[in-house]
């Protein structure tokens, strides 16, 4: 049958009609005829559908797609997995990196083989591959997420005295001498203490994930490359020769627990991690309104005092008060602009690790999230306006007015849920809402002290997932999914057994941030190299694959940690002004001259310091 200009056009019409959500049964089933009468009319649909299907992700749902004969359709060629090559941050980084080491561990970075203890490794052992099964069409068989199985939910028997470890993977032969792997039973956890209790299921979890895969982790990382690692995840530096030599010389069995404890009380840390968060909840740009100094101080003193996550959240939320009195405000007044559509998609991305911009038009075409889910957030910043000391709008047409001391007030008189357009053009209704938890829309009711009050108050399962996600991914270099904001049934983690056990502990002990730190640090994953082994090749996040997390993957230094690595090996950390406000200062004033010396040098290419360009 052929495939007229009237057809296309009736198609085409029809295709419309779908995706404005007004296309009617009968509507449904003349698309498949012409979609199925010809070749033309089948690559009519398939690209259309293709170019707007995704604005409504469930278009073709009644269409009886899997009817149409794809005997006219050439099959695509596999495409060929290729590494991305190399950029010219790693480049530099190699470079910083040689430098760097070669200047602060000296000698003392490659200690006599003589003097440290090498396990030996394991024996190699074949073991026998079942046979190649066909990929599933719609989903590659490396983008698949690891089906585990569940958690004993149990709490594990505190009494007795052993400690036993994790039992790694084994061999057993059989009475006919085959030799297959067995697999790793559940750690006996009696007499551990919490941080041992809660590494120990995680080590017996991933080592379940690496058994199923047939992956043999990489050898637990020689001390210098540990010691380096740990500094600069918690420190956010390299270590000075002085902590080399120490650490090189303790031979506590303890020592890798007791440093991460000293360095969780140490300044950098406090410094390391405001420096990260800021970075995240309000970007390196300047704004004439924000306050960078006073946030700072704000975080700083909130990780010095551990302060529980949801605590920080709920204060950064419904923050009062001027900017340089009160550094919790700088975060919604950074984003309140465009009638808080900004804070409404950072909150939900940052807290709860959801892109919920996509639902600020239409439905998430990905997943169950409405459009009302967006402007449901959007409505507990409806009482909240940004003003001058004078007390007048610090914006005008949705824009920022020039630069003033800003503040942070509730206009509580304003009541009701907010209305917003639909993509069919209809006017919808959206009372304040919080991850499915209502609030009072009262005129009467703080919407925001009333989002304080449910974070402070009830469990937020969402909430605890979300930073147990940012935070392995800040440890390992890859988080339970890609990216690390983007959690849902669209985007199932890898290794959810061991994501769900951090959350549910992490909500037990209160959101205690440092608590959480020494679990994942206390890993025997986390000991372990970074080098790929012919063991676990297929463990290669950078190509796509999901992460097993058999070996820590490297990752570049941040702009900061750069900065204050070149001080440390340099020792101008031991001059110079000690009040942290002229230090971040100087550091502020030292990445601005790395930057533009970069941006000079590799002019065109992206800066390698991610967040917003300095």
């Known amino acids: 049958m052929s495939f007229s200009s009237a057809d296309r056009d009736r198609l085409l019409t029809l295709l419309d009609a779908v995706c404005d959500q007004r296309a009617s049964a009968a509507e449904m089933a003349e698309i498949e005829r012409l979609a ?289 009195e009160n550094g919790a405000t700088n975060y919604l007044v950074a984003h309140l602009n465009n009638k808080a559509v900004p804070a409404t998609a950072i909150t939900s991305r940052l807290f709860l690790g959801q892109q919920l911009h996509c639902a600020q038009c239409h439905n998430h075409p990905f997943n169950e999230i409405q459009q009302a889910s967006f402007w449901e957030l959007n409505s507990l910043f409806e009482q909240t306006a940004v003003v001058t000391r004078n007390g007048e709008p610090a914006m005008r047409n949705g824009a920022r007015k020039g630069p003033a001391i800003a503040a942070l007030v509730s206009q509580t008189e304003k009541g009701g849920p907010i209305y917003f357009d639909s993509n069919n053009g209809l006017l919808k209704v959206a009372f304040p809402r919080f991850n499915g938890q209502d609030v009072d829309p009262a005129p009467d009711v703080n919407r925001r002290a009333e989002l304080a009050r449910l974070l402070t108050t009830t469990d937020q399962p969402q909430l605890a997932a979300a930073f147990v996600n940012r935070m392995w991914a800040h440890f390992f270099g890859a988080g339970f999914t890609t990216p690390v904001d983007d959690m849902g049934p669209h985007n199932p983690p890898c290794h959810p057994e061991v994501l769900n056990l951090l959350r549910d502990e992490f909500l037990r002990s209160g959101y205690d941030m440092k608590l959480l730190i020494r679990w994942i640090t206390a890993t025997d994953a986390y000991q372990r190299g970074s080098r790929v082994t012919e063991g676990n090749r297929l463990d290669d996040p950078e190509t796509g694959d999901v992460p097993w997390f058999s070996r820590v993957y490297p990752q570049p230094m941040s702009a900061e940690q750069l900065y204050d690595s070149l001080v440390t090996a340099t020792q101008a950390h031991q001059s110079g002004a000690t009040d942290w406000t002229v230090a971040e200062e100087h550091r502020r004033d030292g990445l601005h001259t790395v930057g533009r010396v970069l941006v000079q040098v590799f002019s065109g290419q992206r800066s390698p310091f991610g967040g917003d360009q300095m």
């Not at 790694?168 to 697999?183: L, M, N, W």
Request: net charge negative; hydrophobic share 45%.
């Open 36 to 324: 199925a009468a010809s070749q033309e009319g089948r690559w009519l649909y398939l690209t259309y559908m293709d170019l707007h299907g995704t604005l409504v992700w469930d278009a073709a749902g009644g269409l009886g797609v899997n009817s149409i004969s794809e005997s006219g359709l050439t099959a695509p060629t596999p495409s060929v997995k290729v590494r991305r090559p190399a950029r010219w941050v790693t480049a530099v980084s190699a470079i910083c990196a040689a430098v760097l080491v070669g200047v602060v561990v000296g000698r003392y970075a490659i200690p006599d083989k003589s003097s440290i203890e090498i396990a030996s490794p394991a024996p190699s052992v074949e073991i026998p591959v079942e046979p190649s099964v066909e990929p599933d069409p719609v989903v590659p068989k490396t983008r698949r997420p690891v089906e585990l199985a569940a958690v004993n939910s149990a709490k594990p028997d505190s009494s007795g005295t052993a400690a036993i470890a994790v039992t790694p993977p084994i061999v057993a032969e059989s009475d006919v001498g085959v030799v297959k792997p067995v697999a790793p039973e559940q750690p006996d956890l009696s007499g551990l203490d919490e941080i041992e209790r809660v590494s120990r299921l995680i080590d017996w979890q991933l080592a379940k994930a690496w058994h199923d895969a047939q992956i043999t982790p990489s050898p637990h990382a020689e001390e210098t490359e540990w010691l380096r690692r740990v500094m600069l995840d918690l420190a956010g530096r390299i270590p000075t020769v002085a902590e080399v030599e120490q650490f090189l010389a303790d031979d506590r069995a303890a020592k890798h627990r007791l440093l991460v404890d000293r360095l969780l009380d140490d300044g950098d840390y406090v410094r390391n991690f405001s420096t990260v968060w800021l970075n995240l909840l309000i970007g390196r740009s300047p704004s004439p309104q924000v306050d960078r100094e006073s946030f700072q101080k704000f975080l700083r003193m909130s990780l010095a005092a551990n302060k529980p996550w949801n605590v920080i959240v709920a204060e950064l939320l419904s923050a009062e008060g001027r900017t340089d």
